[in-house]
Each structure stands twice: as structure tokens, then as C-alpha cells.
């Protein structure tokens, strides 16, 4: 607990350069590897090395030294955690998938974008119809060979896309697996600035975790915010294991 209040107040003393004229909320470099890791429930040392010990792809910024990931950052670790946790892929592996999307779209961030599926155990890319080719489903998981045309998406209750097909808001949970569509944490580039809060609300779990702490009760949090005592659970069970 000391640790993560260290995180928290550590990320609050880096000093951001402010957003420059038309940069999009989703660019901007706001995140420290520690507290994305906290807000994502990834352990640091995995997502340090995926960023910095061996890069899968660019961050968005730095201060100094230190690196500082975009919500687009975020979301694109999010999902990868997803893939390596649930699919068992190694590093190896999923740096493979990356590559292999990167050469599908000629995207920075491949692996966010509406087309992309989770299926079972494969990592799908649907290609709409170009020119000459028609519609296309590519294995990125498989050497990009050509996969199912009907697919389920065991991804898509993670992330909210927006009508121009930018994702604009991730709902990470820390005991997810596929089928489970509980939502009761989010993050999203223009709400409490890209701050972990609770699903629907502006509340940052963060305020929450800190009056826990103080010794206020989930009775009295609830009260106090107007909400369930299961939605103040299963946030502070996201952020800090056993912290309910």
C-alpha cells in the first residue's frame, strides 16, 4: 500500500509539457511506467521491459529519463497483457504479432484498432475489401495467414471505440477472463484527465483507495458517492488486491 501511494505521489511531481495546439488527449505523454502499471494490473517489471529493457514499441514521451506512455500507450500494453496472460505467449511471440500487424497496417499502434479480434487462440486482423481484394481475415498469430471469416471478439468488452474507430475509453479488470463482462474500473483520455476511476462515475479510485485508508468504511464510501458497496469492492480489488 505504502508502495503504490509512493507511485502515485511520485507521478504527480513530473513536471508535463503542456499539450501542444491539435494534439489529441490520446497522444499525450501522461502516464509513468509504475502507474500504468498499477492502473492496467500489470506487474511493473513486465511492462518496464516490454517499454524501456526492450522496447515493443515507442512511447508517446519522456521526462528526462524517464518514460511517460500516452493513453494510446496504455491501451496498446492493456491489450497485450490480455494476450500474453491469456493466450500464454511469450515475448518472443508477441513482439511477432506486433511485427506482423505493423505490416497489415502500416500503423504505430497496430494492435488498436476496431478490426482487430481475439479468437479463441488466435489474433485476428479483418481487412475490409481494397482495390482488386476482397474482404480478409489475417491470423497475426499464425505466420498472417488467412483465419475464419466469422469471428467472436473475446476483446471487445475491454475497450470502447469511438465513431471515427479511435479507441477512446479501456475498462481494465484484474480478474477478467473471456465471457466476464464486468466493467467496474476505466480510463479514458478525456474524463478526470486519464485518471483510474470508477466505471460511469468522475470518481478516481485513487480518492477512494486514500479515505479507505484514512479508516472509512465501504458502508460510509458508498453512502458518500452514491453507489453500491460491490462497485467500491470491485474497484479497490483492482488497484490493490485485498484492499477491500
Given at each position: 500500500?505504502?508502495?503504490l501511494?509512493?507511485?502515485?505521489?511520485?507521478?504527480?511531481?513530473?513536471?508535463l509539457?503542456?499539450?501542444?495546439?491539435?494534439?489529441?488527449p490520446?497522444?499525450?505523454?501522461?502516464?509513468?511506467?509504475?502507474?500504468?502499471?498499477s492502473?492496467?494490473?500489470?506487474?511493473e517489471?513486465?511492462?518496464?521491459?516490454?517499454?524501456?529493457d526492450h522496447?515493443?514499441?515507442?512511447?508517446a514521451g519522456?521526462?528526462?529519463?524517464?518514460?511517460?506512455?500516452?493513453f494510446?500507450?496504455i491501451?496498446?500494453?492493456?491489450?497485450?497483457?490480455?494476450?500474453?496472460?491469456?493466450f500464454?505467449?511469450?515475448v518472443?511471440?508477441?513482439?511477432?504479432?506486433?511485427?506482423n500487424?505493423?505490416?497489415?497496417?502500416?500503423?504505430r499502434?497496430?494492435?488498436?484498432?476496431?478490426?482487430?479480434?481475439?479468437?479463441?487462440?488466435?489474433?485476428?486482423?479483418d481487412k475490409?475489401?481494397?482495390?482488386?481484394?476482397?474482404?480478409r481475415?489475417i491470423?497475426?498469430?499464425?505466420?498472417?495467414?488467412?483465419?475464419?471469416?466469422?469471428?467472436?471478439d473475446?476483446?471487445?468488452?475491454?475497450v470502447r471505440?469511438?465513431?471515427?474507430?479511435?479507441?477512446?475509453?479501456i475498462?481494465?479488470w484484474?480478474?477478467w477472463?473471456?465471457g466476464?463482462?464486468?466493467?467496474?474500473?476505466?480510463i479514458?483520455?478525456?474524463?478526470?484527465?486519464g485518471?483510474?476511476?470508477?466505471t460511469?462515475?468522475r470518481?478516481?479510485?485513487q480518492?477512494?483507495?486514500?479515505r479507505?485508508?484514512?479508516?472509512?468504511?465501504i458502508a460510509n464510501?458508498?453512502?458518500?458517492y452514491?453507489l453500491?458497496?460491490?462497485?467500491?469492492?470491485?474497484?479497490?480489488?483492482?488497484?490493490?488486491?485485498?484492499?477491500?
Amino acid at each position: 500500500m505504502i508502495a503504490l501511494t509512493r507511485i502515485f505521489k511520485e507521478s504527480e511531481s513530473v513536471n508535463l509539457t503542456p499539450r501542444h495546439p491539435g494534439q489529441s488527449p490520446r497522444d499525450y505523454p501522461i502516464y509513468t511506467v509504475p502507474q500504468a502499471a498499477s492502473y492496467l494490473a500489470v506487474p511493473e517489471r513486465t511492462l518496464r521491459y516490454w517499454v524501456t529493457d526492450h522496447p515493443l514499441w515507442p512511447v508517446a514521451g519522456a521526462h528526462g529519463n524517464l518514460p511517460l506512455m500516452s493513453f494510446r500507450d496504455i491501451a496498446q500494453a492493456y491489450y497485450i497483457e490480455i494476450v500474453r496472460r491469456h493466450f500464454h505467449l511469450s515475448v518472443s511471440k508477441t513482439r511477432e504479432v506486433l511485427i506482423n500487424a505493423q505490416k497489415e497496417s502500416k500503423a504505430r499502434y497496430p494492435l488498436l484498432r476496431p478490426n482487430i479480434r481475439l479468437f479463441f487462440k488466435h489474433i485476428l486482423m479483418d481487412k475490409g475489401a481494397s482495390g482488386k481484394l476482397g474482404r480478409r481475415v489475417i491470423d497475426l498469430s499464425q505466420h498472417r495467414q488467412l483465419a475464419i471469416d466469422k469471428v467472436a471478439d473475446q476483446y471487445s468488452t475491454r475497450v470502447r471505440w469511438d465513431t471515427q474507430g479511435e479507441p477512446s475509453e479501456i475498462f481494465p479488470w484484474r480478474h477478467w477472463i473471456p465471457g466476464d463482462d464486468r466493467k467496474p474500473v476505466s480510463i479514458s483520455p478525456n474524463v478526470m484527465s486519464g485518471n483510474l476511476v470508477i466505471t460511469g462515475t468522475r470518481i478516481p479510485v485513487q480518492t477512494v483507495l486514500d479515505r479507505k485508508n484514512a479508516g472509512e468504511s465501504i458502508a460510509n464510501l458508498a453512502s458518500d458517492y452514491g453507489l453500491s458497496g460491490d462497485a467500491i469492492v470491485q474497484a479497490l480489488e483492482h488497484l490493490v488486491p485485498q484492499a477491500a
